[in-house]
């Protein structure tokens, strides 16, 4: 079959490989329909998470159909066509018992801190990802969800990770009534936060980033108010200036290790890996949000350290919450709102690509060319 | 009061979602039907092991699923195994991590090399999407890695013409002070003709 294999930072290619088998009595094959290319992949092909092995397939947002199925697998049969959340994920364990999916501790054996993710280094587990024709998906009845017939493929496939990362981002800012949220970065995760923003909601909605193509983008899809932090001066002083002196009430990081803005956090987080990526956004979020306020993280970090003020985080009595999405806990809500016309995540797909085109298209994402906000790739074909 | 440019009443589905318990305070977690808080729940069948797979020293035990995905091998992997016997909170587990990356990458390239293939690096990279996108950009870094190409020439050049001026001043100085010390120390055959 053919598979994105790692070669190295900034470098990926199609290969043959060797097609996936059932390893565990609880695996099934899948047969990738679509899968996408999200914005924590340029963490891995930027070199920044560690344990990224040479010869690895990325890929975390993938549905396809069922191809075979392990003897234990009950509720997922051969020619089901499936959604699969990015969490590995056994639902027995003491966190999955708890709903915290992207938090099992039957899937990882190389960290505790993170579940395995498919197609995500060494460090959330050592799985092949979705990138690819084939893959093995283990612990099937758990995770994989069969995509109701009304539904567009498109939809399916963001519900892996992104709609549901966006909106758990702001359930986590535990958004009350006209509160103003911030939302950093204007990706597909950013995006979909500032949308479910308004579903818990939030009485306004700011997003910030410095690409004017997806801020403009954002301004509809959100909707939202936006402003480019590259016309800015001081970040924390233009925010309360925006919201009567006070700060927001809840500010989303929504960007990560990836984050432009800071020649400081670029150079020791993005360049010489001194931190574990560069953490500016979460430093605006900390700054810019009132003393009580919400500060929720899902962009990713690696596993090290960051420079953050944490200082400020105690003298403004902030909350901090983060984690990677449950997304099997938050699936049917995430369905009745699409079905319900409140979300349309396939409105965030700019491309489609073969899956031989891969190394294009990992280039196109990374340096944001051609107004790209979110790639699909199509193993398969259209 | 902050204003918001947006009404919310034509968001479709605005606050459908809002819950006046999820203050910050609210836990995410639910602990109400928890009978145990220790690792004894009913575990999966184990998977049996086909590949090398690292264990994080933090895991008491192997999770029962596990990857298989390109299992440490040569230095990298001494070097990842090194790694693996120091935690998660270690800092050094993680740059070894980071060294055993970079040196995977040198691996990958001797492998390709090793099957008689030699990697493609541009477009592995996406030089057509740069090519087709943004064709100013992609000259300009061409531009850049041809001027440094040149510098880095010219220099070595520069010092190889220095070091045959130095030979040359060498040969013709050999009766100087210091200078018959300095060839006297150096082996017959690694001596300048």
Known sequence: MLAMNYRGPYRVRVDEKPMPVILHPEDAIVRVTRSCICGSDLHLYHGMVPDTRIGSTFGHEFCGIVEQVGPAVRDLKPGDHVLVPFNIA????????????????????????????????????????????????????????????????????????????????????????????????????????????????????????????????????????????????????????????????????????????????????????????????????????????????????????????????????????????????????????????????????????????????????????????????????? | MSRSLVDTASIPGWGSDADPGNDPTYPMRRIDDQSSRGMDWDRPAPQTPTVEVLRSIEHRRLPAVTGTATPPSGISGALRRLAFRRSESDWWHWLLLMGADRINVVEGVVEDLGRGRVPNIPAEMGIRAEWRHNRKGLATKLGIAAAGALAGYLLVRGSRDGDRSADAAGHAGHDRPGSAAIGADIHPAMRPS
């Open chain 1, 90 to 382: 056994c639902g027995k364990c003491h966190f999955c018992q708890q709903g915290l999916f992207g938090n099992c501790h039957e899937s990882n054996a190389q960290a505790t801190a993170v579940g395995g993710i498919f197609g995500y280094s060494h460090t959330a587990g050592g799985y092949d990802g979705g990138q690819a024709q084939y893959v093995r998906v283990p612990y099937a009845d758990v995770g994989p969800m069969v995509i109701p017939d009304w539904m567009d493929p498109d939809d399916a496939v963001l519900l892996t990770d992104v709609v549901p990362t966006g909106y758990q981002a702001a359930e986590m800012g535990g958004i009350q009534r006209g509160d103003t949220v911030v939302v950093f970065g204007a990706g597909p995760v950013g995006l979909m936060a500032a949308r479910s923003a308004w579903l818990f909601g939030a009485g306004r909605v700011i997003v910030i980033d410095h690409l004017d193509y997806r801020l403009e983008f954002a301004r509809t899809f959100g909707p939202a108010e936006v402003y480019n932090f590259g016309e800015i001066d001081d970040m924390a002083v233009f925010l309360k200036k925006q919201t009567d002196g006070l700060g927001a009430d809840v500010c989303i990081d929504a960007v990560g290790g990836d984050a432009a803005g800071s020649a400081l956090h670029t150079l020791f987080g993005a360049k010489l890996k001194l931190e574990a990526g560069s953490a500016i956004a979460l430093h605006w979020a900390i700054n810019s949000v009132k003393k009580g306020g919400v500060v929720s993280i899902v962009g990713v970090y690696g596993p090290t350290g960051n420079m953050v003020p944490m200082g400020n985080v105690v003298n403004k009595g902030i909350t901090i919450r983060a984690n990677q999405a449950s997304v099997r806990r938050l699936l049917p809500r995430l369905i009745e709102h699409i079905r319900a016309g409140h979300i349309d995540p396939k409105a965030m797909i700019t491309h489609r690509v073969p899956l031989a085109d891969i190394a294009d298209a990992y280039h196109l994402f990374s340096a944001k060319l051609d107004g790209c906000i979110k790639p699909v790739l199509l193993p398969h074909g259209a």
